[in-house]
């Protein structure tokens, strides 16, 4: 049994006038209900205490108290706010969290059907991201005894460069990114590996990359696996450019949740981006992504 992470505050914490594709949440909970092997969970909201783990104080309490400047909420997007979007926030990074805490106490795989929010850096928020949980995650798991060395693997199209920031002086915090180069964000930071890949990759050269990714750093080295796992290096998607399809995504899946299971590392899925327009066959590879990862679990 998968456990997935999903509150319908997840689409409607983001205002129907928001470019963003606020439904995707709410349509993939719909599919995914049909699956025997997956359980949709409701995650508690995080705490200030956890977000400070990786966030400056600064930053954190200006955003709870709805105190963000016109320029800093510009740069995150998810525009109009809503009422809710701190709490939605909340309950995103719990979301993600309590996947965390079910996949070191039973081992395996959990996911969260949101979060993966890679370009939020410690003191500002960017591209419709504000804290980022990949960060949290990794830092709150290193205070448990038995987790030592963690990977995060980044196969969102777009650069975890807010994470690559944030664990910069981490190094027990192993940071991948395999992503478009000539694609947000411009400029790009440095994590351990990073694998800028052209436009129109394709399946075979982009399955290749991550080949040589897990060459380099082999799953079985690490403790823990946080896997941000975006669809939209997807051929459909509106700002991803790599022209993977959706068997490509699979495989690339597929690839992942065999090397961890083989070697018996926990792994928590983060959903990443996703942004085709119409939104379905951006659905469609996020019910690949669960289905498959409900196989391995
Ligand atoms: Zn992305």
């Given amino acids: 049994m998968l456990s997935l992470f999903y509150h319908p505050i997840y689409t409607d914490g983001i205002d129907p006038q928001a470019r963003f594709p606020r439904d995707r949440y709410r ?3 719909e599919r995914l209900t049909e699956f025997s092997k997956i359980e949709l969970c409701e995650p508690r909201k995080s705490t200030r205490t956890e977000l400070l783990v990786a966030h400056d104080v600064d930053y954190v309490d200006r955003f709870l108290r709805g105190a963000l400047t016109e320029q800093e909420t510009r740069h995150i997007g998810l525009r109009p706010w809503t009422t809710d979007i701190a709490a939605r926030t909340l309950h995103i990074m719990g ?3 309590q996947a965390l805490e079910l996949v070191l106490e039973h081992g395996g795989l959990a996911g969260n059907m949101a979060g993966g929010t890679h370009h939020a850096f410690a003191d500002h928020g960017s591209g419709y991201c ?5 960060a949290i995650c990794a830092l709150q798991a290193l205070q448990s005894p ?3 060395h963690v990977l995060i693997l980044d196969l969102d199209v777009h650069q975890g460069d807010g994470t690559a920031s944030i664990l910069s002086g981490h190094p027990d915090v192993v940071t991948c990114s395999i992503h478009g180069d000539k694609n947000f964000p411009f400029v790009k930071q440095r994590s351990d590996l990073d694998i800028a890949l052209p436009n129109d990759t394709g399946d075979i050269a982009y399955l290749d990359a991550l080949e040589s990714a897990l060459e380099y750093l082999p799953i079985s080295d690490f403790d823990l696996l ?4 975006g669809v939209d290096p997807l051929q459909e998607d509106r700002l991803g450019r790599l022209a993977v399809t959706r068997d490509g995504l699979d495989r690339r899946n597929r690839r992942v949740f065999e090397s961890a299971h083989a070697a018996g590392v926990p792994t928590v899925i983060f959903m990443g981006g996703g942004y085709a327009e119409p939104i379905t ?3 469609d590879a996020f019910v690949d992504l669960f289905t498959t990862a409900s196989e391995y679990s």
């Fill in 27 to 29: 349509l993939l909970a």
């Fill in 95 to 97: 979301g993600s969290l």
């Fill in 130 to 134: 504000i804290f980022n949980d990949l």
């Fill in 146 to 148: 038995n987790i030592k």
């Fill in 226 to 229: 946080l896997y941000q796992a």
């Fill in 281 to 283: 066959p951006t659905i």
